[in-house]
């Protein structure tokens, strides 16, 4: 029973262009909010968070949005530039349960010149 | 500003072995967390050290044990290993206390058993 779902696999954006990438959860416990990118032999790199008290935060190119009425959750970049093909996990945390975080299966983003 | 580092990088074994992997926190951090990544999944959490102890725990057998040091490292052992448990393990650390739940992720030991 996934708690956390990425429904897409992968994803292909033109450099330039935003790319937006979702999460949806079904746990309305969870209260913390946070994106990771991944490359390949890497571990996982924090990029931006945001607590279920707010709906937006940003950080330069990078902008998570949250509703927690839809539970979704989505990450914007804008302009997307070739070194942001990597794959990027949403992971949630829940203050009432483990202190460890929930990742979703991660979805690939590919950055096409 | 030293990050998260772990030892050893790769590791193969064979069914019934056991493995120790190593993990050394950022920089000013206290906290530890380990988590399992099998091929195409996301990372799952199987437990985290705090004061030495472990503090919480996922769903994982007691095949999977643990111990944090006084200088905050960590190990992570695991017993009586199965093919299923070939994934890249990953250590995390956090500082306990700061209002945030931020975990800075080591590059992880890929194990392998044959």
């Known amino acids: 029973d996934q708690q956390v779902k990425q429904n897409s696999p992968s994803l292909s954006v033109q450099e330039g262009r935003i790319s937006i990438l979702n999460c949806d959860y079904t746990n309305s416990m969870f209260d913390y909010f946070l994106w990771y990118k991944k490359y390949p032999a890497e571990g996982p790199t924090f990029l931006i968070s945001i607590s279920s008290i707010k709906d937006k935060n940003e950080d330069g190119r990078f902008t998570v949005f949250l509703n927690k009425s839809a539970k979704h959750l989505s990450l914007h970049i804008v302009p997307s530039q070739p070194g942001d093909s990597a794959v990027y996990f949403c992971?949630?945390?829940?203050?009432?349960?483990?202190?460890?975080?929930?990742f979703g299966k991660g979805t690939h983003l590919i950055i096409q010149p | 500003d030293a990050g998260v580092t772990q030892s050893p990088t790769h590791l193969i074994k064979t069914r019934g072995q056991q493995v120790t992997l190593r993990c050394s926190p950022k920089?000013?951090?206290?906290?530890v967390s380990w988590y399992q990544q099998a091929l195409g999944q996301g990372p799952q959490f199987i437990f985290q050290?705090?004061?030495?102890?472990?503090?919480q725990r996922g769903n994982f057998p007691d095949r999977f044990s643990g111990h944090q040091f006084p200088n905050y490292s960590s190990e992570l052992n695991v017993n009586a290993l199965l093919l299923g448990d070939s994934a890249l393990y990953l250590c995390a650390s956090s500082l306990e206390g700061q209002g945030t739940v931020t975990q800075y992720f080591g590059p992880g030991t890929r194990l392998l058993v044959l």
């Open positions: 920089s000013g951090h206290d906290t």
């Open positions: 992971a949630l945390y829940s203050g009432g349960g483990a202190d460890g975080l929930t």
């Open positions: 050290y705090y004061e030495e102890e472990e503090r």
